[in-house]
């Protein structure tokens, strides 16, 4: 029997009530959430009588107050109008609060979050109804309050907490990858005024093996210091403390507190002036992190200079309504409180980037409270960690390879990303990784592959495949087939055809690797055949050179050889086609003809360059001759139609006589049965 409706407005926040204004979404990393909207004129009205409206609109008024005090005119400022109840199962209510943007679509200002705090109780508290007595009442959720102030005397108990639970009920994460350690440590047992770097191999023996942290942190702009050829022989005898910026300081005080005599920090720990060391390291980078008993990771610090052990963020403080008289009697010793909503953050954590519910349109408000998780060589650090603890500017974060906690318990019922799998080690998992590292940002774009090195390592030992590149030899097909598309809006007025501006120097990656992008932000890697069920690789597609050729090597001695491999043979059917460039980036067309029992016939399909003609990183000409080189097909479905239609898969590369090689300018999909196309052939192409 459907429950009876109290409030017409919110439907007293129930998604019980089965009405066409409930829209039912499925976000984020599988989470199910109801959205119902409503106008504020209304929820003025309503809030005379009922007890949610009334909640809601307080607390809309009390964080417009509070933005007021914090000087936050963009938010104080604002007329709201609308908004959005948004109910997700175990979580506390929220509300989204929406302007129109000129006539056209909308924008999220900003998600509050209502919660009654209680640090033992777990489940809901109901409020008292006040227009009917049914029993059938809406829900608030439990969450704790975050500390405007974090600090390892403060966080210890809860960071040990974490860490034990994982270690006691976790045999998952004790999965080491390696058994290899890094060449050098930062010692901080003895003065809390020295660090000192020490040889691992010099260790002692009553130091069978050292358990050790290791830190995550963006360097920034600002030099930092650094072990060089001048500086090791001095730093082997010790470092003092205060030269070292705030982010290190702030690592160590929180390895001391957990009860670690030793750290691993890359400025530190990599002698920065050799590139033989820096090579040496880089290939042990998967048994570092992975080896290690915690990573500290200052998400929410740009820079190393900045710390993380410091005042909170105020805009996620809790703000109490005094509304204790809208509680049931027996749970009236509690308060209900409102706050900026953190789901936005926690999505960094919980799901990838293609599955977020990007309603706020970029994620730049969030990538500022955690401006660490938008670079690249994170991914690999958090993906080989067992355990992260992620300092951010609204709360304590711990990620590890089986589940999630936080400071609010927002994400205590989540598990970890499903990225984060490193039992899931096959070639759809590789893909998936390499999307979403791809939309994450380089300081030096030349070391795109080098920041993947120590998550391939860990794939080849699993995978006992070969390696090229960022592509496996025995998944080629569905790699080459790789495409550049737009993740997030970071402009109002961006183009949405526009595309990263150029490649890498073929020194850094070949054409037809999609290492060879230089992304711009907004943009990554997306591999179609990967998402796609029905794709079949062409029987005739295959590496026409031994599969030894591509293996990873096994030491350092051949890194050089890993790394600087620049072509692959293959052997391919193909069909020619002409390539016609206009005079913008618009239009290009790629057009197929046939000669058929004496007649011509021709046909034109749309065609999207991997870079832009007019970049100065393609031949200038009007018309190319290209080849299509056939690597699988898929099938579509026309359910109106009740007819499926098949299309081969291609990689159009186009010859160029100075390197004597083929080189990559897109990809295009081409229906099967479309037969204006050049009888197909097959050879070798030596691709690069």
């Given at each position: 029997?459907?429950?009876?409706?109290?409030?017409?407005?919110?439907?007293?926040?129930?998604?019980?009530?089965?009405t066409a204004r409930w829209r039912v979404d499925v976000v984020g990393n599988d989470k199910i959430e109801y959205t119902l909207p409503f106008n504020f004129r209304e929820l003025k009205s309503s809030s005379r009588a009922c007890s949610f409206c009334f909640l809601i609109k307080r607390g809309v008024k009390a964080m417009r107050r509070d933005a007021a005090s914090l000087h936050r005119k963009g938010h104080c400022n604002l007329i709201v109008k609308r908004g959005r109840i948004i109910v997700q199962k175990s979580a506390p209510l929220e509300i989204?609060?929406?302007?129109?943007?000129?006539?056209?679509?909308?924008?999220?200002?900003?998600?509050?979050?209502?919660?009654?705090?209680?640090?033992?109780?777990?489940?809901?508290?109901?409020?008292?109804?006040?227009?009917?007595?049914?029993?059938?009442?809406?829900?608030?959720?439990?969450?704790?309050?975050?500390?405007?102030?974090?600090?390892?005397?403060?966080?210890?108990?809860?960071?040990?907490?974490?860490?034990?639970?994982?270690?006691?009920?976790?045999?998952?994460?004790?999965?080491a990858t390696t058994s290899q350690l890094p060449s050098r440590l930062l010692d901080i047992s003895g003065s809390k005024d020295v660090v000192r770097l020490v040889e691992v191999g010099n260790l002692t023996s009553s130091v069978n093996r050292p358990s050790y942290a290791t830190l995550s942190h963006c360097w920034g702009s600002n030099?930092?210091?650094?072990?060089?050829?001048?500086?090791?022989?001095?730093?082997?005898?010790?470092?003092?403390a205060t030269d070292l910026p705030a982010t290190f300081q702030d690592a160590i005080s929180v390895v001391r507190a957990v009860g670690l005599r030793f750290i691993w920090i890359d400025s530190l720990c990599i002698v920065q002036d050799s590139l033989d060391d820096w090579k040496h390291e880089s290939i042990l980078m998967a048994s570092i992190y992975s080896n290690s008993y915690v990573n500290i990771a200052a998400t929410g610090a740009a820079d190393s200079s900045m710390g993380f052990l410091a005042p909170r963020n105020p805009l996620h403080r809790s703000i109490p309504l005094l509304a204790r008289c809208l509680l049931k009697p027996?749970?009236?010793?509690?308060?209900?409180?409102?706050?900026?909503?953190?789901?936005?953050?926690?999505?960094?954590?919980?799901?990838?980037?293609?599955?977020?519910?990007n309603t706020t349109g970029s994620w730049s408000k969030e990538k500022q409270e955690a401006p660490l998780l938008s670079r690249a060589w994170i991914f690999q650090e958090r993906y080989l960690a067992p355990r992260?603890?992620?300092?951010?500017?609204?709360?304590?974060?711990?990620?590890?390879?089986?589940?999630?906690?936080?400071?609010?318990?927002?994400?205590?019922?989540?598990?970890s990303n499903p990225l984060r799998d490193v039992q899931d080690i096959s070639y759809d998992s590789w893909l998936r990784a390499v999307e979403e590292f791809s939309r994450l940002r380089l300081s030096h774009e030349n070391d795109r592959l080098s920041a993947l090195l120590g998550i391939a390592k860990v794939f080849h030992s699993r995978l006992m495949s070969t390696y090229l590149?960022?592509?496996?030899?025995?998944?080629?097909?569905?790699?080459?087939?790789?495409?550049?598309?737009?993740?997030?809006?970071?402009?109002?007025?961006?183009?949405?055809?526009?595309?990263?501006?150029?490649?890498?120097?073929?020194?850094?990656?070949?054409?037809?690797?999609?290492?060879?992008?230089?992304?711009?932000?907004?943009?990554?890697?997306?591999?179609?055949a990967a998402h796609d069920?029905?794709?079949?690789?062409?029987?005739?597609?295959?590496?026409?050179?031994?599969?030894?050729?591509?293996?990873?090597?096994?030491?350092?001695?051949?890194?050089?050889?890993?790394?600087?491999?620049?072509?692959?043979?293959?052997?391919?059917?193909?069909?020619?086609?002409?390539?016609?460039?206009?005079?913008t980036e618009e239009n290009i067309m790629l057009v197929f003809d046939a000669d058929i029992e004496g007649m011509v016939f021709i046909s034109m399909y749309d065609m999207n360059l991997d870079i832009p003609f007019y970049s100065g990183g393609l031949p200038q000409e009007q018309i190319w001759e290209v080849c299509c080189l056939i690597l699988g097909s898929m099938t579509e479905k026309n359910y109106e139609l009740d007819e499926e239609a098949e299309f081969l898969c291609t990689l159009v590369v186009r010859f160029n006589s100075v390197i004597d090689a083929w080189e990559r300018i897109g990809v295009l999909d081409v229906r099967k049965d479309d037969a204006n196309y050049s009888g197909i052939e097959e050879r070798e192409f030596n691709l690069m």
């Amino acid at each position: 029997m459907a429950p009876s409706l109290s409030c017409r407005v919110c439907l007293d926040t129930n998604p019980m009530y089965q009405t066409a204004r409930w829209r039912v979404d499925v976000v984020g990393n599988d989470k199910i959430e109801y959205t119902l909207p409503f106008n504020f004129r209304e929820l003025k009205s309503s809030s005379r009588a009922c007890s949610f409206c009334f909640l809601i609109k307080r607390g809309v008024k009390a964080m417009r107050r509070d933005a007021a005090s914090l000087h936050r005119k963009g938010h104080c400022n604002l007329i709201v109008k609308r908004g959005r109840i948004i109910v997700q199962k175990s979580a506390p209510l929220e509300i989204e609060l929406i302007r129109d943007k000129d006539g056209v679509g909308e924008e999220v200002l900003s998600r509050l979050q209502l919660f009654v705090a209680d640090k033992d109780e777990v489940g809901g508290i109901y409020l008292r109804p006040t227009i009917s007595d049914s029993g059938n009442f809406g829900i608030l959720g439990i969450a704790r309050h975050v500390p405007t102030l974090i600090s390892t005397k403060t966080h210890i108990t809860l960071i040990n907490s974490w860490i034990s639970n994982c270690l006691k009920n976790h045999s998952y994460c004790d999965i080491a990858t390696t058994s290899q350690l890094p060449s050098r440590l930062l010692d901080i047992s003895g003065s809390k005024d020295v660090v000192r770097l020490v040889e691992v191999g010099n260790l002692t023996s009553s130091v069978n093996r050292p358990s050790y942290a290791t830190l995550s942190h963006c360097w920034g702009s600002n030099r930092i210091i650094q072990t060089t050829s001048s500086t090791i022989t001095s730093f082997y005898g010790g470092i003092r403390a205060t030269d070292l910026p705030a982010t290190f300081q702030d690592a160590i005080s929180v390895v001391r507190a957990v009860g670690l005599r030793f750290i691993w920090i890359d400025s530190l720990c990599i002698v920065q002036d050799s590139l033989d060391d820096w090579k040496h390291e880089s290939i042990l980078m998967a048994s570092i992190y992975s080896n290690s008993y915690v990573n500290i990771a200052a998400t929410g610090a740009a820079d190393s200079s900045m710390g993380f052990l410091a005042p909170r963020n105020p805009l996620h403080r809790s703000i109490p309504l005094l509304a204790r008289c809208l509680l049931k009697p027996e749970t009236e010793d509690k308060s209900i409180f409102v706050r900026h909503s953190l789901d936005g953050l926690h999505q960094f954590y919980s799901t990838p980037t293609m599955l977020r519910n990007n309603t706020t349109g970029s994620w730049s408000k969030e990538k500022q409270e955690a401006p660490l998780l938008s670079r690249a060589w994170i991914f690999q650090e958090r993906y080989l960690a067992p355990r992260t603890l992620h300092f951010c500017s609204s709360e304590l974060v711990m990620e590890c390879r089986k589940e999630l906690r936080c400071e609010c318990t927002g994400l205590d019922s989540i598990a970890s990303n499903p990225l984060r799998d490193v039992q899931d080690i096959s070639y759809d998992s590789w893909l998936r990784a390499v999307e979403e590292f791809s939309r994450l940002r380089l300081s030096h774009e030349n070391d795109r592959l080098s920041a993947l090195l120590g998550i391939a390592k860990v794939f080849h030992s699993r995978l006992m495949s070969t390696y090229l590149r960022g592509l496996w030899v025995e998944d080629l097909a569905r790699g080459l087939l790789w495409d550049v598309t737009r993740h997030e809006n970071i402009h109002n007025n961006a183009s949405p055809i526009s595309l990263p501006t150029k490649r890498q120097n073929r020194e850094v990656a070949p054409t037809w690797s999609w290492a060879s992008m230089v992304m711009t932000e907004g943009f990554g890697i997306v591999f179609p055949a990967a998402h796609d069920a029905s794709f079949s690789k062409s029987p005739r597609f295959y590496p026409s050179e031994p599969a030894s050729l591509f293996t990873m090597p096994p030491g350092t001695s051949s890194f050089d050889n890993f790394l600087e491999t620049k072509t692959v043979s293959v052997n391919s059917e193909y069909f020619f086609a002409t390539v016609f460039l206009p005079e913008t980036e618009e239009n290009i067309m790629l057009v197929f003809d046939a000669d058929i029992e004496g007649m011509v016939f021709i046909s034109m399909y749309d065609m999207n360059l991997d870079i832009p003609f007019y970049s100065g990183g393609l031949p200038q000409e009007q018309i190319w001759e290209v080849c299509c080189l056939i690597l699988g097909s898929m099938t579509e479905k026309n359910y109106e139609l009740d007819e499926e239609a098949e299309f081969l898969c291609t990689l159009v590369v186009r010859f160029n006589s100075v390197i004597d090689a083929w080189e990559r300018i897109g990809v295009l999909d081409v229906r099967k049965d479309d037969a204006n196309y050049s009888g197909i052939e097959e050879r070798e192409f030596n691709l690069m």
